[in-house]
Nanobody, 117 residues
């Protein structure tokens, strides 16, 4: 299984980015898929998750600013990030999760997002 993220970069406060995750060896629609992030000196945290049935959930800190979605092309996942803040600066990871026990089965390598004021 391979998950590959892209779309990170540097953006100013209030800007937008869209992260992409492309997978192989796994069917995204059969799994819960999530985006996590880790800032320097902090623990990795869940940003957003989409279940196999399409139900979505977000961290309070990104609610109404970020949107997780599956692509029309199979095995693609997106995170659309609007109104970015400096505290959104982190390495963002795509992950495939076990929906029953809510543990991550596979991680991507990450893509860096930097928001500057």
């Amino acid at each position: 299984v391979q998950l590959v993220e892209s779309g990170g970069g540097s953006v100013q406060v209030g800007g937008s980015l869209r992260l992409s995750c492309v997978g192989s060896g796994i069917i995204f629609s059969d799994n819960a898929m999530g985006w996590y992030r880790q800032a320097p000196g902090k623990e990795r945290e869940l940003v957003a998750v989409i279940s196999s049935g399409g139900w979505t959930s977000y961290a309070d800190s990104v609610q109404d600013r970020f949107t997780i979605s599956r692509g029309y092309v199979q095995n693609t996942l997106y995170l659309t990030m609007n109104s970015l803040k400096p505290e959104d600066t982190a390495m963002y990871y795509c992950a495939a999760e076990d929906e029953v026990v809510h543990t991550v089965k596979y991680w991507g390598q990450g893509t860096q997002v930097t928001v500057s004021s």
